[in-house]
């Protein structure tokens, strides 16, 4: 099966990636020649078992690592063998992170956790900076809490001013690694609701790699991977 889509537009596109880990005899072909699309507004969940490539391809895609071989695109820019500057850049520019640990700075504000990505990109006044903040907190439900210091939130609380950070800089693509790992059920089935109604709002195309199928089942795409291939 190809990660490809077929027709309409493309956020950011693979073709061809192939990642080896180890070497000699112990060397693992952990990604055989991959070919991905994704697709601006939609939620995409990669699932499959332990080892099959998943958090690999989550790496590659962010431009974290770089594959053996393969082409990586966001828009007419070939990312995989740019140099770490453009690299960096695009990443800076295009891509927002999630991961299943928030990684808030716990004596910062929620607003002001949700402002760093934009100070490290530069270009705007801290009033704009505080202005775009408290209206992405206010997307997640969380407009009354934008001045509470980090280690005062909830768990779930925390999660989504991590998904505002990740969306600080307008990102086309956002890349999610278990993003509700560490939640109840409850918390978990909120955090996906907000982040996926973000995304169908303001265009953002998602990468999800979990374990939890139900969230998995309510994405708009599912790519199943086994052995360093989509099945």
Excluded: W
């Amino acid at each position: 099966m190809s990660g490809q889509v077929t027709g309409g537009v493309v956020a950011m596109k693979a073709r061809g990636l192939v990642r080896t880990l180890g070497s000699g005899e112990a060397a693992v072909r952990v990604l055989d020649g991959l070919d991905f699309d994704l697709s601006p507004g939609k939620t995409h969940a990669i699932v499959g078992p332990s080892g099959c490539g998943k958090s690999t391809l989550l790496y590659l895609m962010g431009l974290l690592d770089r594959p053996d071989r393969g082409e990586i695109y966001i828009g007419d820019l070939e990312l995989a063998a740019a140099s770490d500057e453009v690299r960096t850049r695009a990443r800076n520019a295009s891509l927002g992170f999630v991961f299943q640990f928030h990684f808030l700075l716990s004596e910062f504000s929620a607003m002001e956790n949700v402002m760093l990505p934009m100070a490290k990109l530069g270009g705007k006044s801290r009033e704009e900076m505080e202005q775009r903040a408290v209206g992405l907190l206010d997307k997640l439900g969380l407009a009354d809490k934008a001045r509470r210091m980090a280690h005062q939130l909830s768990g779930g609380e925390q999660q989504r001013v991590a998904i505002a950070r990740a969306l600080a800089n307008a990102p086309a693509i956002l890349l999610a690694d278990e993003p509700t790992g560490n939640l109840d059920e409850r918390n978990a089935r909120q955090v996906f609701e907000q982040l996926q109604g973000v995304a169908h709002e303001l265009g953002q195309a998602v990468l999800m790699v979990t374990h939890n199928p139900g969230l998995a089942e309510q994405c708009d795409r599912i790519l199943r991977m086994r052995d360093g291939r989509f099945t």
